[in-house]
């Protein structure tokens, strides 16, 4: 499920800045990223199964290793955890509408936040 007209896809932003941002809100780097790109993960536990919010973003200007890196940020989207297969984005999916709500939240708050900073 795609997260559109949130916003944030418009927004270009510096590494280190947006990884505090993201980090405060649950959305977790770790090792998901490469020298041109990010993904940030949250997890959702829920007796419907486990969902993951994904935001990612490709780096228009240096490179992610060295933590000097612009960050283009792309249209975030909510994924459903089959086990051993992976992560579903489909819109076949069939999302828990609280889970939805409450991730629309997050992309809102993260969206106001990185737009103090973005360039």
Not at 81 to 99: D, K, M, Q, R
């Amino acid at each position: 499920m795609k997260f559109e007209n949130i916003g944030i896809e418009n927004l270009k932003a510096e590494l280190t800045r947006l990884d505090e941002v993201m980090h405060e809100h649950g959305l977790v780097r770790a090792g998901q990223w490469d020298y041109e790109r990010v993904t940030y993960d949250r997890k959702f536990e829920l007796k419907e199964g486990v969902y993951y919010l994904r935001v990612q973003g490709d780096a228009i200007d240096g490179d992610v290793d060295t933590y000097k890196a612009t960050i283009q940020l792309m249209t975030p989207i909510l994924g459903k955890h089959y086990y051993p297969h992976g992560v579903e984005y489909g819109e076949g999916e069939n999302f828990p509408a609280s889970l939805v709500n409450q991730c629309k939240k997050i992309l809102e708050t993260v969206k106001e936040e990185v737009s103090k900073f973005a360039l």
